[in-house]
T-cell receptor
Framework: GESVGLHLPTLSVQEGDNSIINCAYS??????FIWYKQESGKGPQFIID?????DKRQGQRVTVLLNKTVKHLSLQIAATQPGDSAVYFC????????????FGTGTQLKVEL | GAVVSQHPSRVICKSGTSVKIECRSL??????MFWYRQFPKQSLMLMAT?????????EQGVEKDKFLINHASLTLSTLTVTSAHPEDSSFYIC?????????????FGPGTRLLVL
């Protein structure tokens, strides 16, 4: 979905805790989803992806869950570290539609020491 | 991993002038490049899709005569903001995609911060 307004949702977690970042996507026909991390003043960095025929995928310290019924994605970060502080975006793609990414609103993750 | 660069990283210009931003894929050939704009505290919004050797495809609401895109080679795309105004101040980000067509191979540049006075 598109971002509106000037305030990013913020999630504050203690170092070492697990983080869960949520995202609602807009197009039920989207068949590919990606989570990106964006640090201040930098471009997005790929974290993990998932195809629509899956409901869970795990990476190093990260897990993505997909619930197509309610068009919801989540990103779980285990043992959150200060270096995880950034804005996290989900993005959806309808493959065959030119591979255009549609980004979600974004969530600011703040890791407190 | 694949590297995409942008130049300049930051530019300040006077209202009414034109600004060119370069996007380069450094170690791969990019058949498709995308240009995004990001305002503070907001998400990335796709402006246009650029294919090498052909005209760019612009998203709805993006003025093609104001945001000129050239993709003359497989490693370089340029975005020219013509007659820039303060409302064009934003963070412009490009991404480059290899020919496989798999979205995970879309690599992002570091962005260009444009400030129009």
């Amino acid at each position: 979905g598109e971002s509106v307004g000037l305030h990013l949702p913020t999630l504050s977690v203690q170092e070492g805790d697990n983080s869960i970042i949520n995202c609602a996507y807009s197009n039920s026909a989207s068949d590919y989803f990606i989570w990106y991390k964006q640090e201040s003043g930098k471009g997005p960095q790929f974290i993990i992806d998932i195809r629509s025929n899956m409901d869970k995928r795990q990476g190093q310290r990260v897990t993505v869950l997909l619930n197509k019924t309610v068009k919801h994605l989540s990103l779980q970060i285990a043992a959150t570290q200060p270096g995880d502080s950034a804005v996290y975006f989900c993005a959806e793609i309808l493959t065959g539609g030119g591979n255009k990414l549609t980004f979600g609103t974004g969530t600011q993750l703040k890791v407190e020491l | 991993g694949a590297v995409v660069s942008q130049h300049p990283s930051r530019v300040i210009c006077k209202s009414g002038t034109s600004v060119k931003i370069e996007c380069r894929s450094l170690d791969f050939q990019a058949t498709t490049m995308f240009w995004y704009r990001q305002f503070p505290k907001q998400s990335l919004m796709l402006m246009a899709t650029s294919n090498e050797g052909s005209k760019a495809t612009y998203e709805q609401g993006v003025e093609k005569d104001k945001f000129l895109i050239n993709h003359a080679s497989l490693t370089l795309s340029t975005l020219t903001v013509t007659s820039a105004h303060p409302e064009d101040s934003s963070f412009y980000i490009c991404s480059a995609m290899t020919g496989t067509g798999i979205a995970e191979t879309q690599y992002f540049g570091p962005g260009t911060r444009l400030l129009v006075l």
